[in-house]
């Protein structure tokens, strides 16, 4: 059974920091691990990820102030975020995008999602 479980959200002033985990099971491989966000009245947006090399992308609006990180030896998943905004206020939520997972299926797969408020 492939599960992603996010934790790590709340309430968090302007200014202060949070640190989001996701911890996978199930999944063999995956192309990429990231982390998206859907504020209310919006679209689900990008806002990190983090290729097998190690090798991570951003949202231009959240560059310098969020870290994406994993640690493959406890299949979890990071991310690090600094300087919050209201604007940074929205759901979480955790992927694995081109997975390979137990029983060979093959896909991208989600968590169920963190909330992280921002007040201003």
């Known amino acids: 059974q492939v599960q992603l479980v996010e934790s790590g959200g709340g309430l968090v002033q302007a200014g202060g920091s949070l640190r989001l985990s996701c911890a996978a099971s199930?999944?063999?491989?995956?192309?990429?691990m990231g982390w998206y966000r859907q504020a209310p009245g919006k679209q689900r947006e990008f806002v990190a990820d983090?290729?097998?090399?190690?090798?991570?992308s951003y949202l231009n609006s959240v560059k310098g102030r969020f870290r994406i990180s994993r640690d493959t030896a406890k299949n979890t998943l990071y991310l690090q975020m600094n300087s919050l905004k209201p604007d940074d206020t929205a759901v979480y939520y955790c992927?694995?995008?081109?997975?390979?997972?137990?029983?060979?299926?093959?896909?991208?797969?989600w968590g169920q999602g963190t909330q992280v408020t921002v007040s201003s």
């Open positions: 983090i290729s097998n090399d190690g090798s991570p």
């Open positions: 199930g999944i063999i491989f995956s192309i990429k």
């Open positions: 992927a694995a995008l081109g997975a390979v997972v137990v029983g060979g299926r093959r896909g991208d797969y």
